[in-house]
């Protein structure tokens, strides 16, 4: 079960972060450590794409979700939006330096759907389904991407930075980037889809 600890409200809502420097200042000590060294190594790389994506990926969740962010090493960031006295997850962004960014948010499939957002089933194997952009073709020409709906009978033995979401019989949804290769398409699809996560984790608090 997820530990829940409480957080002191406050007058105003957190200022959007603008920018990759926005954002290290959100977070302490241990966690800005991990993030600088996460991306040193990504700057390191022949091309500046994945850096790039992992940075602008980053701002938007923390706008999304601004009530806490903790870093699991350099493997993951987690995203906390307020929920009553406490706070609730409602993303993870997973960055093994393997080839694929994963983003892990709140079950919005129906939402997405409702919305004309995602088209096709969603598999607990990485189905490929098409997500539509703001602004898609009138013929109805969507985004191919990999979407995998995750519960806790899927998630056995995955790390914390995720499985937690899962309890109370919740559903995760896992979505994935090539991190080198992604097209601005896909990307702006993922937003899409993180963006009506943010609005459903934002709406019962």
Known sequence: MQSLKPYVPVSQAPANVANYDGLLLRLGARDRAAVEKHVAVCEAEPTAVHVTLWKRLACLLCNL??????TAGQRAVQYFAA???YRRQVFAMED????VLSVYMVDVLKEARAAG???GPVGKDGDEVAVYR???AADGAGVPMTVTALTAANTTGAPDYYRHMVGWNRTVVKVTL????ATPAQVEA???LCALAGSAAAGPA
């Open 65 to 70: 979700a601004p009530k806490a962010m903790q």
């Open 83 to 85: 929920d009553g006295k």
């Open 96 to 99: 093994l330096r393997d080839g």
């Open 117 to 119: 957002v995602l088209r």
């Open 134 to 136: 703001n602004g898609a």
């Open 178 to 181: 090539p991190s080198a290769t």
């Open 190 to 192: 993922v937003e899409a």
